[in-house]
């Protein structure tokens, strides 16, 4: 199984702040069709997980560009940038290159 | 709107069996593959099973093979996971999620498992 390892555990930010967070696959998520399916989630307090960014930098339909994905092969890098109250929650990364799919543990993102 | 509305859901002895309920609205369910996730009490996501718009294909996670089964019914736009042999790892709370990546997540459904 690929295993997705995200650092850090916990980020503390101030609004209008930029953070990174760290996402790493234990083998290559590149499919063998050359895409790499590394996506990321936002879990708001009390929500279900909202998608984010997909392949590795595609922002979902109505994602603010303050949100933006990058990586490549076994490392990827979600960044946000101009920190909102909106955005605090538990970040995921997840990979569906292939079977089981599997999420990182997740980055819980707080307020300084 | 998508929406995905799950039932099914609640407080179960282990060893019994239980089965859940993810109704589709918005957009047209027969187009797309689903999946249903989970996530303990205080815990990260879990994938459980995907299932291909047809039902070609499915696939489970190995902590669930053998033991639950997802299906769906096109003409009703609905999932299931008939879950049986329940442990008490199974407690989750319960998403229905379309396609890969999730891109619609409904609210999820507790499944409780404890005698």
């Known amino acids: 199984d690929v295993v997705m390892t995200q650092t850090p555990v916990s980020l503390s930010v101030s609004l209008g702040g930029q953070v990174s967070i760290s996402c790493r696959s234990s083998?290559?998520?590149?499919?063998?069709?050359?895409?790499?399916?590394l996506s990321w989630y936002l879990q708001k307090p009390g929500q279900s997980p909202q998608l984010l960014i997909y392949?590795?930098?595609n922002r979902f339909s109505g994602i603010s560009d303050r949100f933006s994905g990058s990586g490549s092969g076994t490392d990827f890098t979600l960044k946000i940038s101009r920190v909102e109250p909106d955005d605090l929650g538990v970040y995921y990364c997840?990979?569906?290159?292939?079977?089981?799919?599997?999420f990182g543990a997740g980055t819980k993102l707080e307020l300084k | 709107e998508v929406q995905l509305v799950e039932s099914g859901g609640g407080l179960v002895q282990p060893g019994r069996s239980l089965k859940l309920s993810c109704l589709a609205s918005?957009?047209?369910?027969?187009?797309?593959?689903m999946n249903w996730i989970r996530q303990a009490p205080g815990k990260g996501l879990e994938w459980v099973a995907s299932?291909?718009?047809?039902?070609?294909?499915?696939y489970y996670a190995d902590t669930v093979k053998g033991r639950f089964t997802i299906s769906r019914d096109n003409a009703k736009n609905t999932l299931y996971l008939q879950m049986t042999s329940l442990r008490s790892e199974d407690t989750a709370l319960y998403y229905c999620?379309?396609?890969?990546?999730?891109?619609?997540w409904g609210q999820g459904v507790m499944v409780t498992v404890s005698s």
């Open positions: 997840g990979q569906g290159t292939q079977y089981p799919y599997t």
């Open positions: 392949k590795v930098s």
């Open positions: 999620a379309r396609t890969w990546p999730p891109d619609y």
């Open positions: 299932i291909s718009s047809s039902s070609s294909y499915i």
């Open positions: 918005g957009f047209t369910f027969s187009n797309y593959g």
């Open positions: 083998q290559s998520l590149v499919h063998n069709n050359g895409n790499t399916y």
